[in-house]
């Protein structure tokens, strides 16, 4: 069974950083794929970033290239995510999420395993 644990959200101002980590177990060994999503209350959740272990790539969504980077620890079974630059919009909570496939995708309909979530909040 996998399972997720995010955390290292929190509070910053405009300009901030913040780094999230997901420790991850249960996953088959250089396998899958890591996502990043977001969610704001009554809104749709929305993909940030992926990584496949099994192709060493990442996946970004364009608007946020550049100031979102993800990086993996093996050792420690964790997978992070680097915000950079935050704006207030980025403000949600924060998910990790698993997914049985060797291609990097942010389609939550492909994630079969999520953490509960980190609040990021970015205001002034």
């Known amino acids: 069974q996998v399972q997720l644990v995010e955390s290292g959200g929190g509070s910053v101002q405009p300009g901030g950083s913040l780094r999230l980590a997901c420790v991850y177990s249960?996953?088959?060994?250089?396998?899958?794929?890591i996502g990043w999503f977001r969610q704001v209350v009554e809104k749709q959740r929305e993909g940030v970033l992926a990584?496949?272990?099994?192709?060493?790539?990442?996946l970004y969504t364009k608007s946020r290239k550049g100031r979102f980077t993800i990086s993996r620890d093996s050792a420690k079974n964790t997978v992070y995510l680097q915000l950079d630059d935050l704006k207030p919009e980025d403000t949600a909570v924060y998910y990790c999420?698993?997914?049985?496939?060797?291609?990097?995708?942010?389609?939550?309909?492909?994630?079969?395993?999520w953490g509960r979530g980190t609040q990021v909040t970015v205001s002034s």
């Open positions: 990584f496949s272990f099994a192709k060493g790539t990442a």
């Open positions: 999420a698993a997914a049985p496939t060797p291609v990097a995708t942010l389609d939550p309909a492909r994630f079969t395993s």
């Open positions: 249960g996953l088959q060994a250089d396998d899958g794929v």
